[in-house]
């Protein structure tokens, strides 16, 4: 008797969860892919915590699918080697800043610059997971020089508050978010 105690209690917590979360028991169907929850954040709630990090791996495949390419000079993906192009610890709304960026533009993005050593240090910095550096293209600094505003320096701000840098061989960017995705 116990024991069917304790089964109704889990079936009753279940069909508790599942009212709430908006499914229903007859949904096996497959679930379609969910975009990335956005929100902002109240005043007082510290950016820091809502940083959500990615593998190496969960960045790169973002890209394959965005159509995002990326290279290293030394072929490789060690965050501990500074001739290597890594995602690790990437922050998510950097790459999803990227795939805005690249449905934005229609430019073809290649990244050359992530999350591995031999970057400037600070708290917006490649090591963090803020930061992409991409590859010069007549296609996108078109796009930059044209959309967003020179804030002096080599420098364009987006509507969304990034940051585009031009420097001698590279873009370098600042996410500070999505960039509206």
């Not at 079936?11 to 969860?17: E, H, I």
């Not at 975009?35 to 915590?49: G, R, S």
């Not at 790169?60 to 995002?68: D, E, K, M, N």
């Not at 505003?149 to 500070?176: A, C, F, M, P, Q």
């Amino acid at each position: 008797m116990r024991t069917g105690r304790v089964r109704a209690a889990v079936v009753a917590a279940a069909t508790a969860l599942l009212t709430i979360t908006g499914a229903t028991a007859a949904s096996a169907a497959p679930a379609q892919p969910v975009e990335d929850t956005v929100f902002a954040p109240a005043a007082d709630t510290p950016v820091t915590a809502l940083v959500t990090k990615l593998t190496h791996s969960q960045a790169t495949s973002r890209f394959r699918t965005a159509g995002i390419t990326w290279s290293s000079s030394g072929g490789c993906s060690d965050r501990y080697t500074s001739t290597c192009t890594s995602f690790e610890q990437i922050n998510l709304t950097t790459v999803q800043g990227a795939e805005t960026l690249k449905r934005a533009t229609g430019c073809a993005l290649n990244v050359t610059g992530g999350t591995e050593v031999g970057h400037a240090s600070g708290t917006y910095s490649h090591w963090n997971g803020y930061k992409l550096d991409f590859s010069l293209s007549t296609c996108l600094g078109n796009y930059i020089r044209g959309t967003f505003t020179s804030i002096g320096g080599n420098k364009w701000r987006s509507g969304s508050g990034n940051v585009y840098y031009l420097e001698s061989n590279h873009w370098d960017v600042t996410y500070y978010n999505c960039g509206g995705c």
